[in-house]
């Protein structure tokens, strides 16, 4: 008999009658029902997978309303007396569709002015994502999130942090380092709320299997059991680019199915942010965006107008492909100069004889519209090589918030040489005149968000941070020297 029962004495056993029997020739316990993944269970008891499935959530759905709650629930307040002074409900402003911050709905990042940027800090029932290039300190904000999220309101919610890596373990130094530093914790430890490293859960998911499993069983246990406030997953896309990007076959079934999976993963995270009431927050990595040598092509119904420019720091290899040029006459037989090609399967020629043709629109192509989701490429005055957070806008579309980060080299001249270098020496790779990188400058910036507003074009409305031994910190600058970096 399996130990179900013992278990779990109010489980509904008789809705699964087809199921037990299979289950206890295998000796499986409850334990292995809950760490064994569906697919293995399936092949090892030749059951079907929608059945098990079911029978496993099920347990979990027991599991659940077995646990004692955390806290009592405390009683609502009672409403105000009216007094004859109050005004009716008629002659009362109405309210604003944004409410204002309030303590216990968002997470510090240990900083005031980034706190402020971000319209408050992290919220809570929301998917977070920070993307930007490597070194631009994007495991930092994570890193200060899991011991802001111990702190009491409004800087964070008296509550526990889970850390999910795909790529290294916990940098538990790092945090140790922070922890001892950052004169905001310090200053909770003297009060007799300290930060720990033992409120930290963290656990490393080096596949896409053992992500899915950690994620879809593992998490919604733990999040039950424990007081936790905030997910962090760290980063989204490693296991995806490893897992999809190694794979054979055809590139269009291929993409296809990291699109469900992460269609999947969206609606996993929003559905635990949403029901345990906990921030969920992720590290995005980016790729470059490549410039087309050629603009693209607007065609217009009987007009012979050259060609429209655009900024070709707007391009992509999609929307080039989409809008590339018609060849020349000279290049094609001209009983195929219409037929469209495979590489261009959105460029067909106007039809002379067709009244009702609409000309292309440049705002329907993906590289006019990805510049205001995906946080680069909305300044058409940067000189700055582009970028597109990975996973594509499949991703884009699963996210709450997304906040971009941004560095920039800042060069000096170089040192003076002590001794002048001899007429004999053939070394000619030694420039002395070459500037050398004396620091980095970072910003950060809201692209998209459902409870602060974004920070608009380019970088002059950003929040310009570094980072320290004692975690990040804003810089405030004129902005006139902050123009003249771009």
């Known amino acids: 008999m399996t130990d179900l029962l013992h278990i779990l004495p109010s489980f509904p056993l008789s809705a699964f ?11 499986l316990t409850t334990t ?43 009683p609502p307040p009672p409403p105000p007396p009216s007094t004859p002074s109050s005004p009716s409900a008629k002659d009362k402003p109405p309210k604003p569709s944004t409410p204002p911050p309030s303590s216990g709905n968002f997470i510090s990042t240990l900083d005031d002015g980034l706190d402020a940027a971000l319209g408050g800090g992290i919220p809570i029932s929301h998917i977070t994502e ?19 999220v111990q702190l009491p309101p409004p800087r964070g919610l008296r509550k526990q942090a889970l ?28 009060a007799g709320t300290p930060a720990s490293l033992d409120a ?38 490693a296991n995806y680019r490893a897992e999809f990007d190694r794979q054979h076959g055809s590139h269009g079934s291929n993409m296809a199915a990291r699109s469900a999976e992460l269609i999947k993963l969206g609606a996993l995270l929003r559905d635990l942010a949403r029901r ?42 999609l ?40 000309p292309s629109s440049p705002a329907l192509a993906l590289d006019h519209q990805q510049r205001w989701f995906t946080g680069w490429g909305d300044d058409p ?15 884009s579309t699963q996210i709450s918030c997304r906040v971009a980060l941004y560095k920039r080299p800042v060069y000096g001249r170089p040192a003076r040489i002590a001794a002048p270098i001899s007429a004999d020496d053939d070394d000619d790779d030694v420039d002395v005149g070459a500037p050398t990188l004396k620091t980095w400058r970072r910003w950060m910036k809201v692209v998209f968000a459902p409870h602060v507003a974004a920070s608009g074009q380019g970088i002059e409305n950003a929040t310009e941070y570094e980072v320290t031994m004692t975690g990040l910190r804003s810089v405030k600058r004129d902005k006139a020297k902050q123009a003249v970096v771009m």
């Open 200 to 237: 930290i859960h963290s656990a490393v998911t080096p596949d896409l299997e053992s992500q899915d499993h950690i994620l879809e069983y593992q998490v919604p246990v733990l999040l039950s059991r424990h007081d936790i406030g905030l997910l962090i997953i760290d980063s989204v896309a």
């Open 32 to 74: 292995d029902l809950l760490t064994s993944h569906p697919a293995d269970l399936a092949k090892r008891t030749q059951l079907p997978i929608i059945d098990l499935r079911r029978f496993l959530a099920a347990i979990q759905a027991s599991l659940t309303d077995d646990l004692p709650p955390s806290r009592p629930l405390a």
């Open 17 to 27: 009658a087809a199921l037990i029997p299979t289950i206890e020739r295998h000796a």
């Open 381 to 395: 005055r940067s000189s700055s090589s582009l970028k597109t957070p990975s996973l594509g806008l499949v991703w």
């Open 276 to 317: 345990h009431n906990i921030a969920v927050v992720a590290a995005n990595q980016v790729a470059d965006r490549f410039v087309s040598p050629s603009t693209p092509t607007i065609h217009h119904h009987r007009s012979s107008a050259p060609r429209s420019t655009t900024n070709p720091h707007l391009e992509s290899p």
């Open 163 to 190: 850390y999910i890596s795909t790529e290294s373990g916990l940098a538990t130094r790092r945090l140790a380092q922070i922890l001892q530093g950052n004169a905001i914790l310090q200053e909770a430890r003297a």
């Open 319 to 358: 929307a080039s492909r989409s809008n590339m040029p018609p060849p020349s006459s000279s290049a094609i037989p001209p009983h195929l100069s219409s037929t469209p090609t495979s590489s261009m399967p959105f460029s067909f020629p106007p039809d002379p004889d067709d009244d009702n043709q609409q």
């Open 130 to 148: 920070f993307t930007g290039e490597s070194g631009v300190g994007k495991t930092q904000f994570l890193l200060s999130l899991c011991l802001a």
